[in-house]
C-alpha cells in the first residue's frame, strides 16, 4: 500500500515535470503559429484604396461563398472604409449637381444605385452569417474544451494504469480522437497542449513492455515532421509571400499535432523546421519594410494634396462661375488624391479624415453659396417678370416712337437684372424676347405698309411737280392755282426719306419760278407766298418738329437783334432832329428806319405762320 501511494506521488510528480518541460516547447511552438498567423494578417494586404464599386460587388459575392469565415471577418473590416468612402463621394457629386440645377440642398434625397443595393444586402447577409458562426464557434470551442479535459482525465488513467495491449491501444484512440476535436478557447490553449504532451511523453516512458512500438511511432512521428521540414523548406522560394506565410501557419498547426519523436531527434528537428519558418519570415518582413517604404512616399503625397484641398475649405464668393471654376479644380486634386495607394495604417485614417473634412467643408460653403444664389435669382425672376408684364400692357399700342423709346429703355433695364435659375433663364427670356418681337413686327409691318404709300405719294407729288412745271412753261395759271397745287402737294403725304429734299426742291423750284415768270403779284405777295409754300412744306417732313422749333428760335433771336437795331435808328433819329444841318442824315435814317420796320414786320409774319404750322401739327 505504501509503495502503491509512493509510485502515484512518483508519477504525478513526473507528470507535473514532464508539463512544465514540454510546456515550454510547446509555448515557442504556440507562439511561433501566433507570430506568424499575425504576420499573416499583416502581411496579406489588399489594396483596397484601388477598388471600384463593381469591384466591391464581386468581392462581396466571393466572399458570400468563402468558407473561412474568419478571413471574411478580416475583410469586411477592411473594405467597409472604402465603401463608405466610395458613397460618401457620389453622394457629394450628386448633391453638387443637385444644387447647381438650382434646387434647395435641404430638398436633396439621394437614391442608391443598383450596386449600392447589392453591396448593402451582401454586407446584411454576410454579417449575419458571421454573427452566428462566431457565436457557433465560441460554443463549440467550451465543447471541445470539455471533451480534451475528459481525454486529459482518462489519459492520465492511463498513465497509472498497468502495462498491458489494451492500455497501449486506448491511448491510440485517445490521440486520434484529440487530434479530431477542434479549437477550444484561446486563454487555455497553451495550458492543455501542454497537459497532453507531458501525458504522452510520461506513457511511453512507462511502458517499457511496448518500447518497440513506442519507437516505430517515434519513428513515423520523425518522418511525418520531417517532411513538414521538407514542405516549409521548399514554401520559402514561393513567390507570393501572402501564399507562403498561409501554407506555413497549417504546416505549424500539422506539426503540432503529430506525436513526440525521439528525445535526440527533437531539438534538431525543431530547429530545421524554425529555421525554414525564419526564413519565410525573414521575407514577410522585407517585404513589409519595402510596402512601409512605398506607403510612406504616398503618405508625403497625399498630406501634399490635403494641403491643397484645405486651402479650398475657406474659399467664398458671391459668383457661380468661380464656384464652379474651383469645383472642377478640386475634383481634379480628388482624382489625383484616388490615385495615390495605400498609407501606414496608423496614419490612414488621419490623413483621410482631414482630406474628406476639408472636401466635404467646401461642397457645404457651396451649397450655402448657391442657397443664397437662388433666393438673389428668385429676385431677380420676379424682376424679369415685371418688365414681361409691362411689355405685355404696351405691346398693342399704336403710339410707335413712344412705344419704341419705352421697349427700348426696357430692354436696357433687362441687361442690368442678374442671372436667374438655369432652369428658368431660357423660359422668361424667349417670354420677353416673344412679347418685344410681337410689338417690333407690328411696327415694321406698319412701316412697309408706310413705305408702300410713300412711294405712291412720291407719284402724286411728281405728276402735281409736271403740271406746275408745265404752267412755267407755257405761262398760264393764277394765284389760286398754285395756292391750290401747293396745297396738294403738301397734303399728299410723305415720300421715301431719300427723295425727301429732291421732291420737295422741285416744287419750290417750280413756285418760284412761276411765280417770277408769270406772277402780276407784288414783290411783298411772292414772298408771303413762297414763305408759306415753304413752311407748309414742313408738315410733312418726320423732322418737321425739331425743324420748326429750330427756325423759331433763329427767328426769335433775329426778331429780338432787329427790335434793338430798330430802337437804336429811331433814338439817333431824334437826335438828329435838333440840328438844322442834319437834313440829309435825318433822311437816310429814315429810310433805314423804314426798311428794319419791313424786315421786322416780315420776320414776324414769318414767326405767325410757323406758330399756325405748329399748332395744326400739334393738332393733328
Not at 56 to 75: A, I, M, Q
Not at 76 to 90: A, F, G, S, V
Request: a neutral charge; charged letters at 35%; proline letters at 1%.
Amino acid at each position: 500500500m505504501l509503495v502503491e501511494k509512493v509510485g502515484h506521488k512518483f508519477i504525478e510528480m513526473e507528470l507535473n515535470q514532464k508539463e512544465e518541460d514540454i510546456g515550454v516547447k510547446n509555448e515557442m511552438s504556440s507562439e511561433k503559429i501566433e507570430e506568424s498567423q499575425i504576420s499573416n494578417d499583416s502581411a496579406e494586404i489588399v489594396e483596397y484604396s484601388d477598388f471600384a464599386k463593381s469591384d466591391f460587388v464581386n468581392l462581396l459575392k466571393e466572399l458570400k461563398k468563402d468558407n473561412d469565415l474568419n478571413r471574411v471577418v478580416k475583410v469586411l473590416r477592411e473594405i467597409k472604409y472604402h465603401i463608405n468612402k466610395i458613397q460618401d463621394l457620389e453622394r457629394a457629386v450628386a448633391l453638387n449637381r443637385f444644387i447647381e440645377l438650382g434646387s434647395d440642398a435641404e430638398d436633396f434625397h439621394y437614391r442608391p444605385d443598383v450596386m449600392d443595393v447589392a453591396i448593402e444586402a451582401d454586407l446584411k447577409h454576410l454579417r449575419v452569417k458571421t454573427t452566428a458562426h462566431l457565436k457557433e464557434l465560441e460554443a463549440k470551442k467550451d465543447d471541445n474544451l470539455a471533451q480534451k479535459e475528459s481525454l486529459l482525465n482518462e489519459l492520465r488513467q492511463l498513465v497509472e494504469s498497468t502495462d498491458d495491449k489494451h492500455s497501449f491501444n486506448r491511448f491510440k484512440e485517445i490521440q486520434d480522437q484529440w487530434n479530431s476535436i477542434g479549437p477550444i478557447p484561446h486563454s487555455r490553449n497553451r495550458s492543455i497542449w501542454a497537459s497532453y504532451h507531458a501525458l504522452v511523453e510520461l506513457f511511453y516512458d512507462n511502458r517499457n513492455i511496448y518500447f518497440e512500438l513506442k519507437e516505430l511511432d517515434r519513428k513515423k512521428n520523425f518522418e511525418a515532421k520531417t517532411k513538414l521540414c521538407e514542405r516549409a523548406e521548399k514554401i520559402v522560394s514561393l513567390k507570393n509571400i501572402n501564399e507562403a506565410i498561409r501554407e506555413l501557419d497549417n504546416l505549424h498547426e500539422e506539426y503540432k499535432r503529430i506525436g513526440p519523436v525521439a528525445n535526440e531527434e527533437k531539438e534538431p528537428l525543431w530547429d530545421r523546421f524554425k529555421k525554414a519558418s525564419k526564413s519565410i519570415h525573414e521575407r514577410r518582413d522585407a517585404r513589409q519594410t519595402e510596402l512601409y517604404e512605398e506607403q510612406l512616399k504616398n503618405l508625403d503625397q497625399k498630406i501634399e494634396i490635403v494641403n491643397s484641398v484645405e486651402q479650398y475649405a475657406t474659399f467664398q464668393s458671391d459668383k457661380i462661375s468661380d464656384w464652379n471654376k474651383k469645383t472642377v479644380e478640386i475634383l481634379e486634386l480628388q482624382k489625383k488624391w484616388d490615385k495615390v495607394k495605400g498609407v501606414p495604417q496608423n496614419k490612414a485614417r488621419e490623413v483621410s479624415r482631414k482630406f474628406w473634412a476639408a472636401f466635404k467643408l467646401f461642397f457645404k460653403n457651396k451649397g450655402l453659396a448657391f442657397k443664397e444664389s437662388v433666393k438673389l435669382q428668385n429676385e431677380n425672376l420676379s424682376l424679369k417678370m415685371d418688365l414681361i408684364k409691362r411689355v405685355d400692357e404696351i405691346k398693342e399700342s399704336e403710339d410707335w416712337e413712344k412705344t419704341s423709346n419705352e421697349l427700348r429703355h426696357i430692354q436696357n433695364e433687362w441687361k442690368k437684372i442678374g442671372p436667374v435659375s438655369f432652369k428658368d433663364n431660357q423660359r422668361v427670356y424667349l417670354e420677353f424676347k416673344s412679347s418685344c418681337d410681337y410689338f417690333f413686327d407690328r411696327l415694321r409691318a406698319k412701316r412697309n405698309e408706310d413705305e408702300s404709300n410713300k412711294v405712291e405719294n412720291l407719284k402724286n407729288k411728281e405728276e402735281l411737280c409736271k403740271d406746275l412745271e408745265k404752267m412755267v412753261s407755257e405761262k398760264i395759271g393764277t394765284l389760286d392755282d398754285i395756292k391750290k397745287l401747293s396745297h396738294d402737294f403738301n397734303n399728299s403725304g410723305g415720300v421715301p426719306n431719300n427723295s425727301n429734299f429732291e421732291i420737295n426742291n422741285r416744287f419750290e423750284k417750280a413756285v418760284l419760278q412761276w411765280l417770277n415768270s408769270v406772277s402780276s403779284a407784288s414783290e411783298e405777295e411772292k414772298a408771303k407766298i413762297k414763305l408759306q409754300i415753304e413752311l407748309d412744306g414742313l408738315k410733312t417732313d418726320s423732322d418737321a418738329e425739331n425743324k420748326i422749333h429750330k427756325r423759331v428760335q433763329i427767328l426769335k433771336r433775329k426778331i429780338s437783334h432787329s427790335e434793338n437795331e430798330f430802337v437804336t435808328l429811331k433814338n439817333n433819329l431824334e437826335f438828329f432832329s435838333f440840328s438844322k444841318k442834319s437834313e440829309n442824315l435825318k433822311n437816310e435814317f429814315n429810310q433805314k428806319l423804314e426798311v428794319a420796320e419791313q424786315n421786322l414786320n416780315k420776320m414776324k409774319q414769318e414767326l405767325k405762320l410757323l406758330y399756325d404750322i405748329a399748332r395744326k401739327n400739334l393738332q393733328s
